[in-house]
């Protein structure tokens, strides 16, 4: 019984890594990036993508994809933005998949497109699991929810190329050891850029922005 | 290959919800309650628990199940309260199943029994299919995820006799609408009994501690 459990789960991750492969592809031959955000509900993967479209939207052209279980306030707060936005409801499902992105693609105009932003669904252990053919894989940690998360949910950081602390404002209201969490990570992914922010009142976001920047030269 | 997944899907929660059943069962021949709690990650599930665990250990015999993706950092802290606690690794997985429960009722000692608090994986999407057998389903929600949640992952919130809005102490720092939570919320499962409570600085648990002690009449 629980062979043939990993035996699916095998053949749908696979499946998944040829169609991600695929889609970096599709992304590569257009110069197209894509960076897709990983976190718990909560943590401001919106409000992060939002400020990030206000600062490099001069510069490059931004399109959205939202991953969202239901409802699409996310989806209409980034069309306020009139940049172009797609949204992917995966219908009770608790993740993306590269297949969804690769629908999704065809809802954008990939020639007039520099970056994708993706939001994935807020979940910090399925997302894991499903390479969707991003170029940067990216975890925002928000400090209410506590420095011991990456203990708990390790998948996720251990294959992310950048951690965003999120609101970094409010540290002084909750018991979150920056010292500890360094350790922690440095042990599961010493690689990974981490970054203090808050993306409500600006602090930090300036390396973050350059960060962007760069996975785009 | 739609109709397929989703049958799959119906065999396995059928399957589940008769092993739940079952669960029970076994537990009212014994006259346990168990009180299932979900959440995103960092709400402050294990909080809450050690904070009944405080109050009520005196007039009940408890025991804990604690679901976690990796480590044992929560079921250290239980275990150092001297109170029975089995801990799942649901290796990998995103969610806890009805047999995983049924595994741990034998790691318990349920003929002493008489509250089982389960603290289940931090997800606030996949644990909201699987009954485990619990006669309370209970949603912790905390100030800094904000109040759109029950928008964003309806089924978690549908299908709870009771919702906890935890780290009411850091309202004043935090855009949460009490109102607007309560309308969406109410339009969602107006049977939910809510409580707003910092189990931290202890404010409004007593409400929480009556209703548990409720379900044990």
Redesign the interface.
Known sequence: MTTRKITVKENILSANAETADNNRTCLDNRQVRMINLMS???SGKTELILRTIDQLRTKYRIAVIEG????S??ADKITQKNVPAVQINPS?G?HLDARMIQQAFGALDLERTDLILLEN??????TA?FDLGAHKDVVIL?????D??P?????VFVEADAIVIN?M??LP??NFDLDAFAEVLGGLNPSARVFRVSAKTGEGMNDWFSWVEETLA
Chains 1, 2 share one sequence.
């Not at 969202?68 to 409802?71: D, T």
């Not at 669904?121 to 399925?126: E, F, K, M, Q, T």
């Not at 928000?142 to 506590?146: A, F, K």
């Not at 203990?151 to 998948?155: A, I, R």
């Open positions: 718990a509900p909560g969202s279980i239901a409802s306030i996310d009770g608790c669904v807020g979940n910090l252990v399925c699991d928000s400090i209410p929810e506590g011991d998360k203990l708990k949910y390790p998948l609101k404002d409010v209201y909750f």
